[in-house]
């Protein structure tokens, strides 16, 4: 492995903004979470006068088929201090941060122009990442940019593999029942398997995004961008070219608004499944619960790896679009 100059790395910066980020996300996820409680109250309300319904018109019938058990779609609440909701999912998301800042510590405590060991670990994924990301939204955005995507690239990839340790899903309250010991609230929950973590991440690129579309291209160049006609016309045909890029801006203003929304099921969803399959896997073979998921482990390491660069690279081309055309007008001006 080739060493990595020390200067390259910078590790203090890229720690401070991404625990920022991370602080953020945390702060989302706790909104999030109040208005998801606020719905699943009412959501619970109505399944207890529909059961209590079902129950009274079945009563000649009592426990005709066994209750069916699968993970749950929301987050369990696990603590309440001081008023304050704290998921299992939530609590996931703080071990994978504090491990990455505690990791980013350790690496960049005593650095060395000749690294080795973990800094040379971490040198050679940062600037993996660097040009990686360099290649796809070109030098000026990426030096400006490579905070955020680097970020979400190590946090969504360390959450989901996390996700696979045993014990995450599998220890908890729970009660036996005929068909065994059920865990009916897990400790720990994927961060990415609650739709509110994700939602967090993508809201915050959001807010991101247009921070970043302000800056490079201003906000009248911002609204050129998505309403004003491009190409030399004149006459009738500028006319028309005027009304049809305005039509086409206002759906791309629908695309917009909808980004978050794809960008955070999009994760949630496939690591939801996952988990699930993992879990149906596991009660496939009676007696072999713990052989059976195993080739599906390995299924469930590669999908963590690609919804980390597919999240990432979304949000990264995202930004690209809004603003490549600067980058494009400083490159001709050096031609």
Known sequence: ???????????????????????????????????????????????????????????????SKPAEHGLSAKAVEIARPFGF???????????????????????????KQVPAGLQNFVEWLIEGLY??????????????????????????LSANWVGLIPGVGS???????????????????GANADVNMTLAMALVFFAMWIIWSFREVGPLGFLKELFA???DTTGALKV??????????????????????????????NIFAGENLLEAMSKLVPGFGWLV???????????????ALVFTLLTAVFTMLMCQHEEEGSAAAHV
């Open 240 to 269: 028309l070219m005027v009304v049809v890029f305005f039509a086409a801006g206002c759906l791309e203003v629908v695309s917009i608004l909808f980004r978050p929304i794809s960008l955070s099921f999009r994760l949630y969803g």
């Open 85 to 111: 909701p704290i998921t299992n999912s939530m609590l996931v998301s703080w071990v994978v941060a504090i491990g990455l800042i505690v990791l980013a510590q350790a690496a960049t405590r005593d650095m």
């Open 171 to 189: 220890i908890g309250w729970g009660n036996s029942t005929d068909h065994g010991f059920v865990i009916g609230q897990p400790l720990f929950r």
């Open 293 to 307: 998921p195993i080739p599906f482990y390995f299924l469930e390491l590669l999908m963590g790896l690609v919804q």
């Open 1 to 63: 492995m080739g060493a990595y100059s020390a200067t390259r790395l910078h590790a203090p910066g890229q720690l401070t903004k991404a625990t920022l980020f991370l602080l953020l996300g945390t702060l989302f996820a706790i909104v999030n979470c109040r208005w998801s409680e606020a719905s699943d109250r009412t959501i619970q309300a109505a399944s207890v006068s529909s059961d209590e319904a079902v129950q009274s018109g079945n009563s000649s019938e009592p426990n």
């Open 131 to 156: 040009k990686f990301m360099e290649g796809i939204i070109g030098p000026h955005l990426a030096q400006r940019t490579f905070w955020f995507f680097a970020t979400i690239f190590i946090f969504v």
């Open 229 to 231: 006609p491009k190409g």
